[in-house]
């Protein structure tokens, strides 16, 4: 567990993927839901990296309800991702193009209601990208999010709708991404699953950490690490193993 949050702090600004297979009942999920929860904290107190946010993930629900808890009893603030059953973003937006809009709409509005409106208008918007995002309480505003605990389908649209807000690169050094048992799927002939697992990493993320019990090894993930590695020539592929 050490030696996963090493790695992603020694290699957060050039870029890292990490296939993390501990064995069975050893903490995993709490490594990646309170372990770099908290890293994400102490990140974000860093001027250049304020609105960074780890994106955890997996398919299985009960997995995702303890992710959900153990990140928010340690500290970390957390929104949780759900799929709006539409999907019709503006055809043709360009980054920069919601923001400039948003900003008219809210122009000359008082301060009680700015910031309440400025939350509906990015509520819309995020439905017509196919999610909508809640968060805990203890989230004064979006900008206080340090992760969000979705499945993969959800995080692929949420992050696929910052790179049309924001631009790749600026969506790959803030978002950090962590898959929890990817090969869910893998067994079976086009799991929408599998295919879900996939479309995720192959966004424009610098940081993604695959943790499995049955992690396949480097030959099978072979065109995944090449990827990778296109998109971010300056990152490093690593793996831990627990034994």
């Not at 001027?47 to 970390?76: M, P, Q």
């Not at 790749?168 to 067994?187: F, K, M, S």
């Not at 099978?220 to 971010?232: D, K, S, V, W």
Request: contains cysteine.
């Amino acid at each position: 567990q050490i030696e996963v949050l090493r790695l992603l702090k020694q290699h957060y600004r050039d870029g890292v993927m990490l296939t993390y297979d501990p064995i069975m009942n050893t903490g995993k999920t709490y490594t990646l839901a309170a372990g770099v929860g908290a890293f994400m904290g102490a990140v974000r107190k860093i001027d250049a990296h304020k609105y960074d946010l780890a994106i955890y993930c997996c398919n299985l629900t009960g997995v995702t309800i303890e992710a959900a808890r153990t990140a928010f009893h340690a500290g970390t603030k957390i929104a949780l991702g759900f799929q709006n059953p539409t999907y019709s973003p503006s055809p043709g937006e360009k980054p920069g193009d919601f923001d400039a809009r948003l900003e008219g709409k809210l122009r000359g509005l008082e301060p009680d209601q700015y910031l309440s409106r400025k939350k509906e208008l990015i509520h819309e918007w995020e439905k017509q990208h196919g999610y909508f995002i809640k968060p805990h309480y203890s989230c004064k505003s979006r900008d206080d999010i340090e992760m969000i605990v979705t499945t993969p389908h959800v995080a692929a649209l949420i992050v696929k709708s910052m790179v049309t807000r924001y631009g790749e690169e600026t969506v790959g050094n803030r978002v950090t991404i962590l898959l929890d048992e990817p090969t869910i799927g893998a067994d079976e002939p086009y799991s929408d699953l599998l295919r879900h697992n996939i479309e995720l990493l192959a966004m424009p993320v610098k940081r993604i950490v695959l943790a499995s019990a049955s992690m396949p090894g480097s030959e099978e993930l072979g065109p995944i690490i090449e990827a990778f590695r296109t998109r971010n020539s300056a990152g490093v592929v690593t793996a831990v193993h627990s034994s």
